[in-house]
């Protein structure tokens, strides 16, 4: 609500955000109210709320925005030290000398220091969060090479125990492709069970990890293909290596087990 900053204000104003007018002006509109703020250059100076804005993350990415944060005019309370923000259609790597020099041809004594681009900065901001989420990603792929491995075993189990009936049902007619199909049908059951109860869980808790994490959405659908698709195709080859098996038996030598 409001207006920004004119280059030059006739009076003292501020900026303020949505949390600073929640708290001190809760039932009316904070444009137009005062505040003072107490320090030993003009602790009688009063502003005028001229503008209200959102609240930012200040100390890094992963916060909430619950800082309370006045903006000040630049001229009425200067800081030694200022930020820059650039956009460039070129590498900005290659932009520094450019700005330094620039800055030095305004002023000699003032320091060009702490030059990121902005995909440095937010990886630097997220260094905390990064490592757990690296962390987390070799825990899903231990699980999914314990999943392909379990599917594997419990198949493989399976088609051990039913040697004498898979024998007995190639003796009355069964094909080979007919035994392997059926073993295979079923490891495809499995998976897809695991799939759904998988996928269902990923989209009621996309939500949390889309509050936690910056810019990560609540639903990724290539994301979540590609997982349906490489851990199901996973899967499914773990299934068919025991159906291949399945349909390899010799039902007479099942037949003289039984």
Same mark, same amino acid.
């Given at each position: ?31 137009? $109210? ?7 250059? &003009?602790? %009688? ?8 804005? /959102?609240?930012?993350?200040? +100390? ?24 820059? &923000? ?13 700005? +330094? ?17 902005? %995909?440095?900065?937010?990886?630097? *901001?997220?260094? /905390? $969060? ?27 189990? &399976? ?15 069964? =094909? &080979? ?24 869980? *990923?989209?009621?808790? +996309? ?5 936690? @994490? %910056?810019?990560? +959405? ?5 994301? @979540? ?13 773990? *299934?068919?290596?025991? /159906?291949?098996? /399945?349909? =390899?038996? %010799?039902?007479?030598?099942? @037949?003289?087990?039984?």
């Amino acid at each position: 609500m409001g207006r920004n900053f004119a280059a030059h204000e006739a009076e003292p104003v501020v900026i303020v955000d949505e949390n600073v007018a929640d708290k001190y002006w809760p039932n009316g509109n904070a444009l137009g $109210q005062r505040l003072r703020m107490a320090d030993t250059e &003009a602790p %009688d100076r009063w502003y005028t709320v001229v503008g209200v804005v /959102a609240p930012v993350k200040q +100390g890094n990415l992963a916060q909430m925005p619950t800082k309370e944060t006045v903006y000040w005019h630049y001229e009425q309370r200067p800081r030694s030290s200022t930020v820059i &923000a650039l956009r460039t259609v070129v590498p900005p790597g290659q932009l520094a000398g450019a700005i +330094g020099a620039a800055i030095t041809a305004l002023d000699p004594e003032v320091a060009l220091y702490d030059v990121q681009t902005m %995909d440095d900065r937010v990886a630097s *901001s997220l260094g /905390a $969060q990064r490592t757990p989420m690296v962390l987390a990603l070799v825990f899903a792929g231990v699980a999914f090479v314990v999943a392909v491995i379990g599917i594997y075993g419990v198949l493989a189990w &399976a088609v051990s125990q039913r040697i004498n009936e898979i024998g007995l049902r190639m003796a009355l007619g069964a =094909r &080979a492709a007919d035994i392997g199909r059926m073993i295979l049908g079923q490891g495809g059951r499995l998976v897809a069970i695991g799939l759904v109860v998988g996928v269902a869980g *990923s989209l009621a808790l +996309g939500r949390v990890l889309a509050s936690q @994490l %910056d810019r990560v +959405g609540a639903f990724d659908p290539a994301v @979540l293909a590609v997982t349906v698709v490489g851990l199901g195709g996973a899967a499914l080859v773990a *299934s068919w290596l025991p /159906a291949r098996r /399945a349909a =390899r038996i %010799d039902p007479l030598e099942a @037949l003289r087990k039984e």
